[in-house]
């Protein structure tokens, strides 16, 4: 028995209002913002009409079209074009979405009157479905809308809807491998293995390019009343279920189309995956087939198993999904909020949105792909629209007017930094603004779409939206599809184990479900990352002596903010101040003075070896992954290791939130301490090293047996007058790290319990804290700041004491072997 999300769209929701937080939208406002993206595409689909048309795709800084053969060739990329104006197809039902009515009618007209179908011209199957064949499907939909209310299109009779099943007949060629899974690539005249196809080759396809065919496929088959199409469809989201790994139920990033093995066994939810999960989702949606929904509910535990590690979605491989395959994500994985929207599974949309939105505020746009550390990997910005998107659904989901001010950015960052005379550009590189002459079909079939729904109130609408399901190129199939014919025959999955179900697996969310009188929920999960991007930090002195904590606008007093992040603060008689951080101590003494490394960045051979054997060596950031440097300074026997930012200026109060992770793959080789300093924070040592020519770290901890169990350590540091010393140390300047088992950990070590361990969990999180004592002569040294990059994430309760007179630590448990990490809690 199935059940129709059709709610997915109304969200069913009764949309709630914020009680506090960001300040509600006016009608006037939006009406503006909406006006405004109005004339941007009139700006973009204006200038493709008078300089492109009928080629495929605008050139924008040449102000011509892009003709195939025409231009340098530009690989992979010129597959979309097919000598079929792609422009003009993939616009036409965003039209009629902006109630640009008489422009559609007119564009409807030259679309049968100009495009041909029949060029010899090898193209995606992919690209083409998506946007030609679901071009087509949208606007015959929109066009038999259109003319049922009798007053446009009274002229139509369902061309649009011919060229799509002659388009779909000229993609069917692909689909005849022994496996079922489609070639690539296709020709539209001679087909696949024809000796002039030029094409037929190619072995492999990416599991998206297979998995993606099913919306525009079963639309097709159920409009024109031929089956083949989506059977076609289905048989290849069969073969890549039946090649899932059955031990992880993830699937890899290309597969042989022959004989089904896996060729790339890296595992995700962006570039080569992405539409695959997203098209077993919405197929449920369309359809009605509760086995799309079995398969991607199986699908989806494994996901937020090992994929999800919130606010992160990091790679794994397939047959040992505890193995991160990659430390950088791609841009295209920010679709997936809006598809666990559709889940109604929201806390892990908002803060995978969140922490996207923040790599935005620092970077313009998304790069297409950016580093753990949200540091640029490619800079390239297309003009993607899947961000766009998320920001619609969380809006449709939550009604927080906080995503109508994330779309409002959207729209001034492309006014300011894509919007050229004639038309829109992509961005070639986020770090420079240079652009690329280059307008993709996309942005006119999405990005405008998204944002003129994410400003307009139903009413406003030609159409009801929520009678519809968008394609993953945001065209509009009606959700009566799913009564126009029954499933498929003889579609049926069998699962090995049935996957864990919660709330939603069969059933529609609802506001008060999610948010049970808390409309401010969405809310306190992003007041949790809102700047792990190190962009736009507040931040308020403390009345507790000696740290300095951040003040979020959530009204909430900093030593109670620092609680709710599962950071306690507890009485250190014994110092001045205190400082987290985040040591492999293993119950012995570690001591060293603090020499740099050189090479200062520890990317290359070390020149000064020798000197730093049983020193703490210091390191600037950059040039090299963190691990790099960790295990280069360890094979020339540093006792601990101090990484520097290396953008001058940098501090902890414009980036209270930073990560270290690995590089990628295992770090359990990494035993020597580590911890991070922002530059003006990592001032404090360097000028120490400078004026006193040493400076020694000590580290102490409390005697006690040794324990098989984790310990939790508080962790001190201050700077010692001369004449403190223990005795026997030298003179030189002192940074003490004094640790000592918290009170946690012996209740729970008489409990007898257990810490629970979650896998790549690698947050440090907290306020910048003072550092104090005085070194001599000179400033008083600057707020220090520490960071971790353990692999692993305790979950255990956390001390709620704080003492206005003593200074701030985090508990913070270690695991023998591996270092230890504070967390916001659970």
């Known amino acids: 028995m199935w059940v129709i999300l059709k709610m997915l769209f109304y969200l069913g929701l009764g949309s709630w209002v914020l009680g506090r937080g960001t300040q509600a939208m006016s009608a006037e406002e939006k009406t503006t913002i909406r006006g405004q993206v109005l004339e941007m595409f009139d700006h973009a689909y204006g200038s493709y009409m008078k300089y492109a048309y009928p080629a495929d795709e605008l050139m924008p800084l040449s102000c011509r079209g892009r003709v195939r053969g025409q231009e340098p060739n530009r690989g992979d990329i010129d597959d979309s074009l097919g000598k079929f104006s792609l422009t003009l197809i993939d616009t036409l039902d965003t039209l009629v979405v902006l109630n640009k009515l008489e422009e559609f009618e007119e564009a409807v007209r030259k679309t049968v009157r100009d495009v041909r179908l029949d060029n010899d011209v090898v193209v995606s199957v992919f690209e083409t479905n998506i946007r030609v064949l679901g071009g087509l499907l949208g606007a015959h939909v929109m066009a038999d809308l259109l003319r049922g209310r009798g007053e446009r299109m009274q002229w139509y009779r369902d061309e649009l809807l011919h060229m799509a099943k002659d388009l779909g007949h000229r993609l069917l060629p692909a689909f005849n491998t022994t496996s079922g899974l489609p070639y690539p690539r296709v020709n539209l005249r001679y087909g696949v293995l024809n000796p002039l196809s030029r094409t037929g080759t190619e072995s492999d396809t990416c599991t998206a390019c297979a998995?993606?065919?099913?919306?525009?496929?079963?639309?097709?088959?159920?409009?024109?009343?031929?089956?083949?199409?989506?059977?076609?469809?289905?048989?290849?989201?069969?073969?890549?279920?039946?090649?899932?790994?059955?031990?992880?139920?993830?699937?890899?990033?290309?597969?042989?189309?022959?004989?089904?093995?896996?060729?790339?066994?890296?595992?995700?939810?962006?570039?080569?995956?992405?539409?695959?999960?997203?098209?077993?989702?919405?197929?449920?949606?369309?359809?009605?087939?509760?086995?799309?929904?079995?398969?991607?509910?199986?699908?989806?535990?494994?996901?937020?198993?090992?994929?999800?590690?919130?606010?992160?979605?990091?790679?794994?491989?397939?047959?040992?999904?505890?193995?991160?395959?990659?430390?950088?994500?791609?841009?295209?994985?920010?679709?997936?909020?809006?598809?666990?929207?559709?889940?109604?599974?929201?806390?892990?949309?908002?803060?995978?949105?969140?922490m996207l939105y923040q790599v935005t505020k620092q970077h313009k746009f998304l790069p297409e792909a950016f580093t753990s550390e949200f540091r640029v990997h490619w800079g390239q910005h297309p003009?993607?629209?899947?961000?766009?998107?998320?920001?619609?659904?969380?809006?449709?989901?939550?009604?927080?007017?906080?995503?109508?001010?994330?779309?409002?950015?959207?729209?001034?960052?492309?006014?300011?930094?894509?919007?050229?005379?004639?038309?829109?550009?992509?961005?070639?590189?986020?770090?420079?603004?240079?652009?690329?002459?280059?307008?993709?079909?996309?942005?006119?079939?999405?990005?405008?779409?998204?944002?003129?729904?994410?400003?307009?109130?139903?009413?406003?609408?030609?159409?009801?939206?929520?009678?519809?399901?968008?394609?993953?190129?945001?065209?509009?199939?009606?959700?009566?599809?799913?009564?126009?014919?029954?499933?498929?025959?003889?579609?049926?999955?069998?699962?090995?184990?049935?996957?864990?179900?919660?709330?939603?697996?069969?059933?529609?969310?609802?506001?008060?479900?999610?948010?049970?009188?808390?409309?401010?929920?969405?809310?306190?999960?992003?007041?949790?990352?809102?700047?792990?991007?190190?962009?736009?930090?507040?931040?308020?002195?403390?009345?507790?002596?000696?740290?300095?904590?951040?003040?979020?606008?959530?009204?909430?007093?900093?030593?109670?903010?620092?609680?709710?992040?599962?950071?306690?603060?507890?009485?250190?008689?014994?110092?001045?101040?205190?400082?987290?951080l985040s040591w492999t101590l293993l119950g012995r003494r570690v001591k060293g003075s603090i020499v740099k490394s050189a090479p200062y960045s520890a990317c290359g051979p070390l020149e000064n070896a020798a000197e730093l054997r049983g020193r703490v060596a210091l390191a600037l950031r950059g040039d090299c992954m963190f691990a790099a440097k960790a295990r280069r300074l360890q094979e020339a026997g540093v006792v601990g290791v101090i990484f520097i930012d290396h953008k001058d200026g940098s501090s902890s109060e414009a980036t209270p939130l930073f990560q270290m992770v690995g590089d990628g793959g295992p770090t359990s080789d990494i035993t020597v301490p580590l911890a991070?300093?922002?530059?003006?924070?990592?001032?404090?040592?360097?000028?120490?090293?400078?004026?006193?020519?040493?400076?020694?770290?000590?580290?102490?901890?409390?005697?006690?047996?040794?324990?098989?169990?984790?310990?939790?350590?508080?962790?001190?540091?201050?700077?010692?007058?001369?004449?403190?010393?223990?005795?026997?140390?030298?003179?030189?300047?002192?940074?003490?790290?004094?640790?000592?088992?918290?009170?946690?950990?012996?209740?729970?070590?008489?409990r007898g319990g257990t810490w629970g361990r979650r896998r790549g969990r690698s947050h440090l999180h907290g306020g910048p804290l003072r550092l104090h004592g005085d070194r001599g002569p000179g400033p008083s040294p600057a707020p220090v700041r520490g960071r971790a990059d353990p692999p692993l994430r305790p979950t255990l309760p956390v001390d709620p004491r704080a003492t206005p007179e003593g200074a701030g630590t985090a508990l913070l448990p270690t695991i023998p072997g591996k270092q230890a990490v504070a967390s916001r809690g659970p």
């Not at 496929?217 to 409009?223: C, P, V």
């Not at 198993?305 to 047959?319: A, D």
């Not at 040592?685 to 020519?693: F, K, N, Q, S, V």
């Open 211 to 354: 998995g993606t065919m099913i919306l525009e496929f079963a639309a097709l088959s159920r409009l024109s009343g031929e089956a083949v199409f989506e059977e076609h469809a289905r048989k290849a989201l069969d073969v890549l279920w039946e090649k899932r790994q059955r031990g992880s139920d993830l699937v890899g990033t290309v597969i042989n189309i022959h004989n089904g093995d896996w060729v790339r066994r890296d595992s995700g939810v962006g570039a080569g995956i992405d539409s695959y999960y997203e098209y077993l989702m919405k197929a449920y949606i369309l359809l009605g087939d509760s086995v799309y929904l079995e398969r991607f509910n199986t699908h989806y535990s494994a996901i937020m198993k090992y994929i999800s590690q919130p606010p992160l979605l990091l790679s794994v491989h397939m047959h040992n999904p505890t193995v991160n395959v990659r430390s950088w994500m791609d841009s295209l994985l920010a679709f997936f909020p809006g598809l666990q929207v559709l889940r109604g599974d929201l806390k892990p949309a908002i803060e995978t949105h969140e």
């Open 676 to 750: 991070f300093l922002f530059s003006r924070e990592g001032a404090a040592l360097t000028t120490a090293l400078e004026e006193h020519g040493g400076v020694e770290v000590l580290l102490l901890p409390k005697e006690r047996p040794p324990a098989e169990k984790p310990m939790g350590m508080n962790i001190q540091i201050h700077l010692s007058k001369d004449g403190e010393l223990q005795e026997g140390e030298s003179k030189s300047t002192t940074i003490q790290l004094r640790l000592e088992p918290s009170e946690e950990e012996e209740e729970e070590e008489e």
């Open 383 to 580: 003009l993607r629209p899947e961000f766009a998107e998320s920001t619609y659904f969380l809006y449709k989901a939550t009604g927080d007017p906080y995503y109508l001010k994330v779309g409002q950015s959207i729209v001034e960052k492309l006014n300011a930094h894509a919007r050229v005379p004639c038309g829109f550009a992509a961005v070639q590189d986020v770090r420079t603004g240079t652009h690329e002459d280059r307008m993709d079909s996309f942005f006119l079939a999405e990005m405008f779409k998204y944002l003129y729904l994410l400003f307009s109130e139903k009413s406003q609408l030609p159409l009801d939206i929520d009678d519809y399901i968008f394609t993953t190129e945001a065209h509009l199939l009606p959700m009566s599809l799913s009564t126009t014919q029954p499933p498929c025959q003889g579609n049926s999955t069998e699962t090995r184990t049935p996957p864990e179900e919660d709330l939603f697996t069969h059933s529609c969310p609802s506001a008060q479900t999610l948010f049970p009188n808390n409309p401010s929920f969405a809310k306190t999960i992003r007041d949790s990352y809102k700047y792990l991007a190190g962009v736009g930090r507040p931040h308020q002195v403390s009345s507790i002596r000696g740290i300095e904590l951040p003040l979020h606008d959530n009204g909430m007093e900093p030593v109670e903010f620092l609680k709710s992040m599962g950071i306690s603060l507890t009485s250190l008689h014994e110092a001045a101040g205190a400082l987290g």
